[in-house]
T-cell receptor, first 114, second 109 residues
Framework: ETGVTQTPRHLVMGMTNKKSLKCEQHLGHNAMYWYKQSAKKPLELMFVYNFKEQTENNSVPSRFSPECPNSSHLFLHLHTLQPEDSALYLC?????????????FGPGTRLTVL | GQNIDQPTEMTATEGAIVQINCTYQTSGFNGLFWYQQHAGEAPTFLSYNVLDGLEEKGRFSSFLSRSKGYSYLLLKELQMKDSASYLCAVVDSNYQLIWGAGTKLIIKP
């Protein structure tokens, strides 16, 4: 595997379910990001981890819970989501979170909340 | 507030040239990125500009004017595979990426 991978690619869940999204990067980067992408809206930065430490939490509801066990893996735990949380969730990585670094994106998880 | 503006959608003909504009108002400026995103796929890096002027990379060029808060992406000799969304993003004074909503480019034969 190369680059940034995400699983699952598609997820349908009910509002009472608990699920997790997984991201893995094989680029030796130290920063990882979660974004939400909704149709015709700018990418919304949700969380940033730099060297496994969370450095950004952009007022994300607590029903989204990130976890970064090491610099290569990032999870997004989901529980009691709302229909408006349906979106494409993108993971990205970069060498570090400081500076104007190019970010490398995974293909995303298409989430539908019923 | 911080704002990035780009057209929602553009249509062009195969073989032609198209220019996608991006204007920005941000707290500080540390560079501007263009990314390409095909439907259902990951955004991929196209260019990064931090100084004024034109950067050419094959069929794609990116221009920046910091005084005008303006950039454009120029695509020449359009091919069907260029049908995608093009995302403009500015690095602000805190080195945060501020994203535009993207321009969906439709190429017609």
């Amino acid at each position: 595997e190369t680059g940034v991978t995400q699983t699952p690619r598609h997820l349908v869940m009910g509002m009472t379910n608990k699920k997790s999204l997984k991201c893995e990067q094989h680029l030796g980067h130290n920063a990882m990001y979660w974004y939400k992408q909704s149709a015709k809206k700018p990418l919304e930065l949700m969380f940033v981890y730099n060297f496994k430490e969370q450095t950004e939490n952009n007022s994300v509801p607590s029903r989204f819970s990130p976890e970064c066990p090491n610099s290569s893996h990032l999870f997004l735990h989901l529980h009691t989501l709302q229909p408006e949380d349906s979106a494409l969730y993108l993971c990205a990585s970069s060498p570090t979170s400081g500076g104007a670094n190019e970010q490398f994106f995974g293909p995303g998880t298409r989430l539908t909340v019923l | 507030g911080q704002n990035i503006d780009q057209p929602t959608e553009m249509t062009a003909t195969e073989g032609a040239i198209v220019q996608i504009n991006c204007t920005y108002q941000t707290s500080g400026f540390n560079g501007l990125f263009w990314y390409q995103q095909h439907a259902g796929e990951a955004p991929t890096f196209l260019s990064y500009n931090v100084l004024d002027g034109l950067e050419e990379k094959g069929r794609f060029s990116s221009f920046l004017s910091r005084s005008k808060g303006y950039s454009y992406l120029l695509l020449k000799e359009l091919q069907m595979k260029d049908s995608a969304s093009y995302l403009c993003a500015v690095v602000d004074s805190n080195y945060q990426l501020i994203w535009g909503a993207g321009t969906k480019l439709i190429i017609k034969p």
